[in-house]
């Protein structure tokens, strides 16, 4: 039967009405702050197969993942499934994220049958573990991250299952609001329960349910057509996390060869990193959010997200890596792992369809927590902050500045200060752009952030999780770097203290008065810097994003007084930065091509009386719009103007030996 068209538009279009009341039921009901302000959650409607056929404006980071969970729900209930039922589940090894996202589902029956039913997903604030906010840069097993919660029916015939509640709540900190966000949740199912008997009574189930499968067909149809479009072939990048072994750089891995072939695409992560006892994994299901949201966003960026969707892409994972994670290694790494897919299918892509694709998003979620006891009331605190920094610039444009890129929808990039320091004993001091932070290009990235945050309370317990703090965002098309993420507390007495591991902190006590800066990282660069506008230059020095001392070595333009370009001089200087670039002939070599302990680093080979030192990490720009990042070693072998890589990293260049390839310094000698 062929659904008429506006039958079609009408039930569609009241489905996503379902999900955006969901939403404004928990944003308006939901305890916490991280909730009810940073809107840290997702809803959607699945069918009986566990397809996901409706969301909203939420965050893809969640919502594309639920699938996962939805199947191993179904895998334990399927048949055992009744009217009034409500599952839950949190667990990374079957279909969640990390532990703080605690996932719902609430079947929904119409005369016996199970018609939809609503989910959702929410970032709890703490579900126990180590350390406050169970977000712990150092967790070596997931046991030291929180409670994990397999499926398992919470409500059963609308009759609350008392010991599982109970043991949820003995097992988290500040169990009340917890308790409240669950209420939250639950009231979100109540009420897309309700619209959806109500949208039966107007349309019936059997025309919902042609509906249903007409618009997942009629989405996955349009993807198709878009990959359609795309050249055959594969096409191979790779990325870092940061990883740490007896204190020292140790990088992970994330590999992607991306092939189309006609209109599909498949995504192979295999020969990723090995899984880590340390915080740097994540669960296949991030790792396949990561694919369609860099697929989908790029591609198609307009049309309906839901499963039809999903049918066109494949994804090959091996378990027990760090993206694929298997029992009992860390799962909290799950955002830092998603955007290393992100970028790396981004970097596949823009060798297929360069003018699609922006330079690197800044990277990382940035997850920075503060929790103790607040002495003046008795009571625990929890400070979560996240603070956005710069995505790419693009063909069209400058990157956006201080902006959660793709994959965090419409979560709030800055919570209300007013709200935080009513709750929590802290004193927001500075929140603003983080000077310099952006990739230059001609399309320069956006800029990173800067925040200040003074505890006022005793003592307090800071962790950060994060990454981008060596491996920085990669520009495009010889565009440069973003910054790299930098945290540190400064002592009230004025004294700096940074960490001996960037990024991967758990539990470090803080005084009262101590003040958390937080920086986060800029956005890549797209297009050579010495050919940007020097009158964009100009007003970016004018909107203090630059320095002019800044303006003159990443850009080569040089300024008078007032602040306007002097032509002349900047013609000599940017002469002058492009004569200083390092260019190398590329060359095959059979020597080791990755080193590392846990991790696993790619080698770049250069002569032993060369100036770049050993360790020194690089990136080298060669045919393809994505640099390729390396730690440099001596070969004697070698002459002067080469640099040597193995076949797949020519290939990841897009050159060919002999070929002449730009080579940046990124970060000086010590990382080896």
Request: net charge negative.
């Amino acid at each position: 039967m062929t659904v008429n068209p506006i039958d079609l538009e009408v039930v569609t279009e009241g489905l996503i009405s379902i999900v955006r009341e969901m939403r404004q039921t928990i944003f308006r009901t939901a305890h916490s702050p991280v909730i009810a302000d940073a809107q840290d959650f997702s809803c959607a409607l699945f069918d009986p197969q566990g397809q996901m056929v409706a969301q909203g404006r939420d965050m893809p980071g969640h919502v594309i993942a639920m699938p996962a969970s939805v199947a191993e729900i179904f895998a334990d209930f399927a048949d055992e499934m009744r009217p009034g039922d409500l599952y839950i589940v949190n667990d990374p090894y079957r279909g969640g994220s990390h532990l703080n996202d605690v996932t719902l589902i609430s079947p929904v029956f119409v005369d016996g049958k199970l018609f939809l039913f609503p989910c959702v997903r929410m970032h709890w604030a703490d579900i126990g573990g180590m350390t406050p906010g169970s977000v712990s840069g150092q967790a070596t097993e997931i046991l030291q991250e929180g409670l994990r919660i397999p499926p398992i029916r919470l409500i059963e015939q609308g009759r609350p299952n008392r010991a599982a509640f109970d043991i949820v709540f003995a097992n988290v900190r500040m169990a009340e609001e917890r308790r409240g966000d669950l209420e939250s949740s639950i009231a979100a199912c109540h009420t897309a329960e309700r619209r959806l008997r109500e949208l039966v009574a107007r349309h019936g189930v059997d025309l919902i349910g042609e509906s249903v499968a007409a618009n997942m067909d009629r989405t996955e149809q349009r993807l198709r057509a878009m990959i359609r479009a795309l050249p055959d072939g594969t096409y191979r990048y790779e990325d870092y996390l940061d990883l740490y072994t007896d204190g020292r750089y140790d990088a992970a891995i994330v590999r992607c060869a991306l092939t189309v072939d006609g209109d599909e695409i498949e995504a192979d992560f295999r020969g990723s990193s090995g899984q880590v006892a340390a915080v740097v994994n994540s669960s296949r299901a991030m790792t396949v959010a990561g694919v369609f949201i860099a697929v989908k966003s790029a591609l198609d960026p307009g049309g309906l997200v839901n499963h039809g969707a999903f049918r066109p892409l494949r994804v090959l994972t091996e378990p027990g890596t760090v993206v694929h994670v298997s029992y009992p290694a860390p799962a909290n790494a799950h955002s830092e792992v998603r955007k290393r897919v992100i970028s790396a299918v981004m970097a596949a892509l823009s060798q297929v369809a360069p003018d699609l694709i922006a330079a690197d998003q800044f990277g990382t979620t940035f997850q920075n927590l503060i929790g103790g006891v607040d002495e003046h009331t008795g009571r625990p605190y929890l400070y979560y902050d996240y603070p956005a920094g710069g995505n790419g610039g693009f063909l069209e444009s400058d990157g956006p500045s201080a902006m959660n890129p793709v994959d965090l929808g419409d979560i709030s990039t800055i919570q209300s200060v007013e709200r935080l320091e009513t709750e929590i004993p802290i004193l927001i001091e500075a929140c603003e752009l983080r000077t310099g932070s952006c990739g230059d290009g001609v399309r320069r990235g956006g800029l990173g952030s800067r925040r200040e945050t003074r505890l006022l309370a005793s003592g307090g317990a800071y962790s950060v999780q994060t990454d981008r703090t060596t491996v920085p965002p990669y520009g495009l098309r010889n565009g440069g770097p973003g910054a790299p993420t930098v945290t540190h507390i400064r002592r009230a007495d004025g004294e700096r203290v940074d960490f001996a591991t960037p990024g991967k902190v758990a539990g470090f006590p803080m005084r009262a008065g101590d003040v958390l800066v937080m920086e986060s990282a800029g956005g890549g660069g797209w297009g050579d810097p010495l050919e940007r506008l020097p009158e964009d230059v100009a007003e970016d020095v004018a909107q203090e994003y630059l320095t002019v001392v800044e303006a003159r070595r990443r850009y080569g333009v040089e300024l008078d007084p007032a602040g306007d370009v002097d032509a002349a001089a900047t013609v000599a200087t940017r002469q002058r930065l492009r004569d200083e670039r390092r260019w190398l002939r590329t060359t095959v070599t059979a020597n080791p091509a990755y080193t590392g302990q846990r991790g696993r680093r790619r080698l770049a080979y250069v002569a032993a009386d060369s100036d770049l030192a050993e360790g020194t990490l690089v990136e080298v720009h060669g045919a393809h719009p994505a640099p390729l990042r390396a730690w440099i070693r001596h070969d004697a072998a070698l002459a002067a103007d080469e640099l040597a890589l193995d076949d797949d990293g020519l290939r990841i260049l897009g050159t060919a030996p002999h070929d002449r390839t730009y080579v940046r310094v990124l970060a000086g000698e010590g990382w080896s």
